[in-house]
């Protein structure tokens, strides 16, 4: 079934037709999200679009529609999405309100765009994302719950850069550098990636030399929100687990 090509309508403010097309991944209900250039003859934009499994086309969001989270602000640059099980896109933007440039994380759930992260926005466990939307590392897909994860550059803190979980409206920290990890130090953290269950796994580097692979789970029922629990997946069979509770912005490990 061919969804849409150069010479197909958009379905964008002021019309146009597509100009080229970057595919994001399709759900097993068929649904596909992509990023598409537009054009009207004169000028070339760009949107983030989905199709369903009939063909049906829609958009999401368009350069120079407004950024939630950011007052006043406009898309100025769109990058290819990706789509979980339930429908969710996620993407990565640049928004610009005249003074300010920053880019993030956004996601399109159930008719609805908001904000995962935004640059310069207070990071979950100390300091501040950078602005610059390539500072953002998403992963390469959403979960069937609607949980992504990402890594990004930090600022303000002694850590310069984490993995952070979104889940259900809670933004999480899965594991930063210079967090303290199997009685040493992380110095190096990868770009995670997701399983339909909100699973995390996310690769890192020791002060040590060391290196290996840590799955973290959102505890449903854990007594501080966000709490997450990191088992080891370095050897198999697991044979260590790691639990972090945020108590007045520090964090405390324990295997």
Same mark, same amino acid.
């Not at 796994?201 to 290196?211: K, S």
């Given at each position: ?37 537009? *054009?009207? /003859?004169? $000028? ?16 999401? %969001? ?9 007052? /006043?602000?406009?898309? *100025? ?5 990706? &789509?979980?099980?339930?429908? =969710? ?9 005249? *003074?300010? &440039? ?7 759930? $159930?008719? #609805? ?7 310069? =926005? ?5 300091? %501040? ?11 390469? +897909? ?12 930090? /600022? ?11 889940? @259900?409206? *809670? ?11 199997? $009685? ?7 770009? !995670?990636?997701?399983?339909? =269950?909100? $699973? ?7 002060? /040590?030399? =060391?290196?290996?692979?840590? +799955? ?6 854990? !007594? ?13 069979? &697991?044979?260590?687990? #790691?639990?972090? @509770?945020? @108590? @007045? ?7």
């Amino acid at each position: 079934v061919r969804l849409a090509d150069t010479s197909t309508a958009a379905p964008i403010t002021g019309g146009g037709r597509f100009l080229a097309f970057a595919p994001g991944g399709m759900n097993d209900s068929g649904e596909s999200a992509f990023f598409g250039a537009v *054009t009207d /003859n004169l $000028n070339i934009g760009a949107g983030i679009f989905t199709a369903d499994a009939g063909g049906l086309i829609s958009r999401i %969001t368009e350069e120079g529609a407004s950024v939630p989270g950011f007052e /006043n602000a406009f898309f *100025t640059t769109l990058t290819r999405p990706t &789509i979980g099980e339930g429908g =969710q896109v996620v993407f990565r933007g640049v928004g610009d309100n005249g *003074t300010n &440039i920053r880019g993030g994380l956004f996601l399109f759930d $159930n008719g #609805l765009l908001s904000a995962i992260a935004l640059g310069n =926005q207070a990071a979950p466990g100390g300091g %501040t994302f950078d602005a610059a939307a390539t500072s953002f590392s998403l992963a390469s +897909r959403v979960s069937a719950t609607g949980a992504t994860a990402f890594r990004a550059v930090l /600022n303000g803190t002694s850590s310069s850069a984490g993995v952070f979980v979104s889940s @259900k409206g *809670t933004l999480s920290r899965v594991l930063g550098v210079g967090d303290s990890l199997f $009685n040493d130090t992380v110095t190096v953290v990868g770009t !995670p990636s997701v399983d339909d =269950q909100g $699973n995390v796994v996310v690769d890192y580097g020791l002060a /040590n030399g =060391q290196t290996g692979i840590l +799955r973290a789970t959102i505890l449903t029922s854990a !007594p501080e929100p966000g709490t997450l629990a990191l088992l080891s997946l370095a050897a198999l069979p &697991i044979v260590g687990a #790691l639990r972090r @509770k945020h @108590k @007045k912005g520090a964090s405390q490990h324990g295997l």
